[in-house]
């Protein structure tokens, strides 16, 4: 039956991915948001980057049972729940088994369902206690879509659209290299 397809998961995400970027496309003011992108704003997700991967390398004090490319595979989902488990499923099969490629799935789901609703439900305390940037930031790549509207009530301040957007599509194109990278 065809929906046993080992390979449909990821041909479903390909195909979420494509309508998202073709939504992206379509935007009446995509003109606008391109031109108002800074050299800057690429700093706000590079720092994401970094801080989430450094905070999970000191996750792997309490899970050595896993290796640290595991763990970094795992914090490099950035909140992408189903791209980042189904890569990271497929990815770990081949090298470590089905059980334990599906317990890492596991694991980075809830990891990154986690950090979404974090995301969500702390923006106002992120925004008040740190910044609009740390709402974001926290957020990871759903700062562009799920978050983006609480985000926006927190900080009060529409002006954030294109660096949140920004923010998680660079976000987005990081997640699958940076998966393979930690899976080898």
Known sequence: MWLHNA??????LSLLVLQVGMGVGSM???G???RSI??????????TIVGTLLFTSLAFLFFSNHK????????????????????IAQMKTITVGPAQATQLATIALL???????????????????????????IAGINSMDVCLPSILRA?????????????GI???????????????
């Open 170 to 184: 660079i976000l987005e194109i990081s997640i699958p290299m940076l998966i393979a990278f930690f899976c080898q």
């Open 155 to 167: 900080a009060n301040d529409k002006t954030l659209v294109p660096v949140a957007v920004f923010h």
């Open 68 to 87: 640290l490319g595991d763990i970094m595979a795992i914090g490099s989902g950035f909140g992408y729940y189903s791209l980042s488990s189904v890569l």
């Open 38 to 47: 800074h050299w800057q704003m690429f700093l706000l997700p590079a720092c």
């Open 7 to 12: 390979s449909l998961p990821m041909i479903i």
């Open 32 to 34: 606008r948001m391109i």
């Open 28 to 30: 009446d003011n995509l």
């Open 111 to 137: 990891t990154n369902v986690v950090r979404e609703l974090l995301a969500l439900f702390g923006c106002k305390y992120f925004t008040r206690k740190g910044s609009c940037f740390a709402a974001i930031s």
